[in-house]
């Protein structure tokens, strides 16, 4: 498991969005970028953090971040996600795997005494030259853009 720490180059990922269109960082060289991964399309959890980030998507635009969702969902659960929720930022389907490796959130799990593997909810605050600024683990999912603008503002000060 890849354990990447703040400071760290951000590993170049790729992968389809609710579309099919082929999405990568490199796309978003320059940009800051907010790259969340979640369990699972219409779950409790996973909803309460795309709608804050869907209802202050505004204020994380104005800052210049873009938002990028990842899941191991398919294109078309995504879509669907997006079309009930009005979600305004691109969901990627990593049903390879491949995103959730490169960042090490895939792994062990454990929910009412059961084990099982899945992702760990994290995001990753990417800067405009792909390192990694934060890491948040375990994000609060419904005051998730509040951590996101708490860290950065600090980093700006």
């Known amino acids: 498991m890849v354990n990447l720490k703040e400071g760290?180059?951000?590993?170049?990922?790729?992968?389809?969005?609710q579309h099919g269109k082929t999405v990568s960082l490199t796309d978003l060289k320059g940009k800051r970028v907010v790259l969340y991964?979640?369990?699972?399309d219409m779950t409790p959890?996973?909803?309460?953090?795309?709608?804050?980030?869907?209802?202050?998507?505004?204020?994380?635009?104005?800052?210049?971040?873009?938002?990028?969702?990842v899941s191991t969902d398919s294109e078309q659960s995504h879509l669907k996600f997006i079309e009930k929720y009005e979600l305004p930022f691109t969901l990627l389907a990593d049903d390879d795997h491949q995103i959730v490796n490169q960042?090490?959130?895939?792994?062990e799990k454990?929910?009412?005494?059961?084990?099982?593997?899945?992702i760990h909810r994290t995001t990753f605050l990417i800067n405009e030259k792909g390192v990694i600024d934060?890491?948040?683990k375990k994000p609060d999912t419904k005051n998730h853009t509040e951590e996101i603008l708490e860290l950065w503002s600090r980093k700006e000060a």
């Not at 991964?37 to 699972?40: C, R, S």
């Not at 454990?110 to 899945?118: L, S």
């Open 8 to 17: 760290d180059k951000a590993p170049v990922f790729k992968g389809k969005d």
């Open 37 to 40: 991964f979640y369990p699972k």
């Open 45 to 69: 959890g996973c909803t309460a953090q795309a709608c804050n980030l869907r209802d202050n998507y505004s204020a994380l635009t104005k800052k210049g971040y873009e938002v990028i969702g």
């Open 103 to 107: 960042y090490g959130v895939w792994g």
């Open 110 to 118: 454990q929910m009412m005494g059961r084990k099982y593997d899945g």
């Open 134 to 136: 934060h890491i948040i």
